[in-house]
């Protein structure tokens, strides 16, 4: 092989070489940033997404304590005003309080009515829901904080 193409090649080899390492040390620094990104990306949306359900939750949290201290309410719990969850809790109302069950209970939780939400019809909560609820409702009669409300969030296949 003459000296001419024995430097050809060498140069050729050297070529490959250098682009070859181009080749990967950008294929590495795009990659990195890349995932830098999607991961800044995924913080930003799983935050605000959390922050999202935290306001929902606030509003929640108010409009329950609203109808805790209604003197309706009261009344209701008592046995003095039995029309209160027909006249306070209809579908759109649910619906716009984001509430899909509510469960009423008395001073001792023992359930004195429910109300569950399905499609565009009120029913009652089926009995198996009942008594968890009521099992998340003790601690919180047990507290005697009169402003103290509890939350839960149920998933439902895929939807919260």
């Known amino acids: 092989m003459k000296l001419q193409h024995k430097a050809w090649v060498l140069i050729l080899i050297v070529v490959a070489v250098c682009a070859s ?6 294929r590495y620094v795009v990659l990195y940033s ?4 999607e991961a ?3 913080a930003t949306e799983g935050e605000r ?3 999202v359900l935290e306001q929902q939750v606030e509003a929640l949290s108010a409009t329950a304590r609203d109808y805790a201290f209604w003197d309706d309410a009261a009344d209701f719990v008592i046995g003095r005003r039995p029309a209160f969850l027909v006249e306070n809790f209809g ?7 984001g509430v ?8 001792q939780g023992r359930p004195l009515a429910t109300v569950a939400q399905d499609n565009e019809a009120l029913t009652e909560i089926p009995e198996e829901r009942v008594g968890p609820l ?6 919180l009669l047990a507290g005697g904080d ?5 939350r839960t969030a149920r998933m439902v296949g895929d939807q919260l």
């Open 21 to 26: 390492a181009a080749i990967l040390g950008a």
């Open 34 to 37: 890349y995932d830098r990104l």
């Open 40 to 42: 800044d990306r995924a």
């Open 100 to 107: 899909s069950e509510l469960l009423v209970v008395d001073r």
């Open 134 to 139: 009521r099992d998340l409702a003790l601690p």
């Open 91 to 97: 579908t759109e109302n649910l619906g716009y309080l």
């Open 49 to 51: 997404a959390r922050r």
């Open 146 to 150: 009169v402003k103290a409300v509890f």
